[in-house]
């Protein structure tokens, strides 16, 4: 694929960059249809990227003028089946006006750069089953994993079941 003459650069997100993904993470859930879910705030962010244990990374394509316009949130997950870790992309998100520069592309590419790289054997994500960017996905090589369920535990489920476990005798050497 051969990339627009002002191609965007990729780069690990700064923290100055944090008021920009922030606001293009509310932008991502006006457009998937959730504003009223989403409650990340800059301070948030700016612990889980850049607090003294971070499990949180990002990356955040800027135009020519070094502008963010798109950025990709991510954390290590682990295959016991691999016996490696792999990535987990939390967000990936390239705003309207910068779509078709090649933003989106280059985070992934830079992503699967730093699975190979580490030896990493998956990059894995989520996307919502109306999302026009499946056309995208499949043109890179990225393949559904439609025989896989998610399921999320929140809210009052999650501390229901969290009483539970103090509720539970435990063992010493457990």
Do not use: K
Not at 4 to 19: C, H, L
Not at 22 to 34: F, I, Q, S, T
Not at 89 to 115: F, H, K, S
Not at 151 to 166: I, N, P, S
């Amino acid at each position: 694929m051969s990339l627009p003459a002002q191609a965007p650069t990729i780069r690990p997100a700064r923290p100055e960059d944090v008021p920009a993904v922030v606001a293009m993470v509310h932008e991502l859930a006006d457009y998937e249809r959730a504003p009223e879910q989403c409650h990340l705030t800059e301070e948030q962010l700016t612990a889980a990227l850049f607090g003294p244990a971070p499990a949180l990374f990002g990356h955040v394509a800027v135009d020519p003028a070094g502008q963010p316009i798109g950025f990709a949130l991510w954390f290590l997950n682990f295959s016991t089946w691999e016996g490696v870790h792999g990535v987990y992309l939390e967000d990936l998100y390239v705003r309207p006006a910068a779509r078709g520069t090649g933003a989106g592309r280059l985070l992934l590419a830079t992503l699967a750069a730093i699975c190979v790289e580490r030896g990493y054997r998956r990059l894995e994500w989520w996307m919502l089953n109306w999302n026009p960017a499946a056309r995208f996905y499949a043109a890179i090589g990225a393949a559904p994993m439609d025989e896989w369920v998610p399921y999320r535990l929140a809210g009052t489920a999650l501390h229901d079941l969290a009483a539970q476990a103090t509720a539970a005798p435990t063992r010493p050497d457990a």
